[in-house]
């Protein structure tokens, strides 16, 4: 696709954009161009009666026969099959539940237990700290466990020959910088090494095609709130590859992963498969709006996803380029993925100064301005619009204006 | 109070009840005598419109402006802060969070980490197995931990003398049997012995007063969904006392608990105080819930609850005697909680058919029928009509048909 030199092309794409009768689906906020979708989803128009349902009828009028009638009971199940072929899984193979640092938890803590021989729990020093944090209270718990953080992948190698890494945790896009990592190359190369690799989907799933199963990965973890739409801090998803299912043992060992939670036996045992890493239930409330965002999922191809999203992160990443910014995001569309991080000293102010134009990205300390694009409803204009805005606000200088350096919003 | 023989007389002290004005704040099932609030309480009748507005202008509107402009980010203190006054603990002492279970399991950890010449984590073999069962998944993860059994309290002075109890963990209300223990009582035996108190309050909180501040209690968790009426599995809350606050080390270190979130270091430092608890954050969606109904709790005095609770369950159980029943919950009432269990060798037809009548009580495995009763919307007649439905299910055996003894319903 020939990247767009002007906003009437910009339009041209949008009329023939295969996704775009989609962005009806999405409430949108009036007269501006919404570029958070990776910190948070947008809410689809679908939601608000699904969740309304959810209240007044399930829980209002329904209360506890809707453990049956409604279908609570297999949720977690459920919803976990209607993720799968988001990222590459079959059916029985994702659990929703929990959020995504209690579930890293408890793959972690079976993954040191998979390999007793080995303490150490790699990760990247550029991950997203609550992962790190997750390790560091993980390899708390095991005597001689340690968390070790790479300043870059290149370092990986070396980690690895050591003979110590149980189990390698890396982030699928960088939530800073939007770098996309070679999940097959890197999954090979942890296991010829003798590791286990979990992958953080948080900044992936619902963006580009993801195919866990091909890749063979052993765990996995991901977020329903950005990419996917599915409410402020909805419930996370796990993975775990059926060859485990049988050898793991996670801690948080509660009454909706027993085998037989019905028979109050004093004796945790587990259900086989993946409801193992069930712990207690997920709020019903908040499954509602995951239930309401996956039938629209339902419709969409990844593949025009994946298209449309290196087709905008380029358009964007070019228009910037001219305007003499440091992009920080990969040209290669092979190691991009939805997002697009700009360098500037004043990152902050530059950012508070656009979302005053209505042009809503965020920042990330120290001078990182983040800027994510959600193929299902943000358009050609859109980028287009927001490169305009930037543009103006770095030419005219308003971002310097003392109103736009005030810190507090949680972005 | 003398105890109504007629239903007039339950007509009566309906009209005088300082707490009927309050009945009109939920939505009752039609034609139904709801007796299952102790497993999921109904829906207060502004709490759609609470959830509605979360859904359509924080997170739709608002997008991530509403971490700050509507509060967002304090939600999980400033929610525990409200919860406080039910429990007798004072702001800065309750966090809402994550499940019951994975509250739980933070604080066993944290409290074998403060007694580490000790390895025994104490529970009774009756209590509620999730509590049991992450009991078991904690001393899993330490050398020489066990988790032992009580099968009757009257064998705790004996495990306590053994000097190596670290923790122990009771239900405030047996779950089955309605049996309340007398926390400031336990409290300080369990001190006495050197070891940690922990207690589950799913079953009190919301039922009657608690003073976890004048018992010296060290920790507490509780649910929202049951007698607080927050929404089906909302999230769940913990107490720790403050003493605790600066010794205490838990293992879901996640984002939220650190001390600068917002600075992406890589090495986590909790934060001070109760927060330290936090792991990632709740679902906005299941929080709404618990907004909605916490602003009826303002206006409630426990004290109001626990007379109503104590004259509905003597006036319930006394009915039942009169049946030939075997009344389980003690006749004492500081002995007994907020709800009554009956012992029926075919107690779960029984139910099912009371159920059919619009009597709504539970079955728990493998002999007792369950009624809660929760005084801010069950009524003296409700409980009168419930004992009369009973009354006739017996005397016509029409439990006996076949389809009361189908299995499946979670209740």
Chains 1, 2 share one sequence.
């Not at 699928?172 to 090494?193: N, P, S």
Request: aromatic residues 8%; negative net charge; charged residues 20%.
């Amino acid at each position: 696709m020939t990247v767009p030199t002007t906003r009437e092309q910009c339009a041209a794409l949008d009329a023939a954009d295969p996704l775009g009768p989609l962005r009806k689906e999405f409430t949108l906020p009036a007269d501006a161009v919404y570029l958070d979708g990776n910190s948070l989803g947008v809410l689809p128009v679908r939601t608000p009666e699904v969740v309304r349902r959810t209240v007044e009828e399930e829980w209002g009028q329904g209360l506890i026969t809707s453990w049956n009638a409604a279908g609570w009971t297999e949720l977690p199940h459920t919803l976990g099959d209607r993720i799968a072929p988001l990222v590459g899984a079959a059916a029985g193979e994702v659990l929703v539940c929990d959020s995504v640092s209690v579930n890293l938890f408890k793959i972690l803590t079976a993954a040191l237990r998979m390999r007793p021989g080995r303490r150490t729990v790699l990760g990247e020093r550029d991950t997203f700290p609550t992962d790190l944090y997750i390790a560091e209270g993980v390899t708390g718990l095991f005597d001689g466990a340690r968390s070790v953080l790479l300043g870059s992948l290149d370092e990986l190698d070396e980690q690895l020959a050591g003979g110590d890494v149980a189990v390698v945790l890396l982030s699928h896009v960088d939530y800073r910088t939007g770098v996309l990592l070679d999940m097959a190359e890197i999954t090979e190369r942890v296991h010829r090494a003798g590791a286990l690799m979990v992958w953080d989907l948080c900044h992936s799933a619902g963006a580009l095609p993801i195919d866990l199963t091909a890749c063979q990965v052993d765990f996995a973890v991901g977020c329903t709130y950005k990419y996917l739409n599915a409410g402020p801090c909805a419930p996370g998803f796990l993975y775990a590859a059926p060859r485990h299912h049988a050898a793991v043992r996670q801690p948080l060992t509660g009454w909706f992963g027993h085998a037989e939670p019905f028979s109050f036996k004093p004796e945790y045992r587990p259900t086989e498969g993946i409801g193992q890493f069930l712990t207690s239930f997920p709020p019903l409330l908040a499954l509602a709006g995951l239930r309401a965002t996956l039938e629209i999922w339902e419709q969409v191809d990844l593949a025009q996803v994946r298209a449309k999203s290196l087709a905008l992160t380029e358009l964007f990443m070019g228009r910037c380029a001219q305007l003499g910014l440091e992009v920080v995001t990969p040209a290669e569309p092979e190691r991009r993925g939805s997002q697009v991080a700009l360098r500037h000293p004043d990152g902050f102010p530059v950012v508070q100064a656009l979302i005053e134009r209505g042009v809503i990205g965020d920042f990330r300390a120290p001078d990182l301005m983040r800027f994510g694009f959600t193929p299902l409803y943000t358009s050609y204009t859109d980028a287009w619009d927001a490169a305009e805005a930037l543009r103006e606000v770095l030419a005219s200088g308003e971002w310097q204006a003392e109103r736009f350096h005030r810190r507090g919003a949680v972005t």
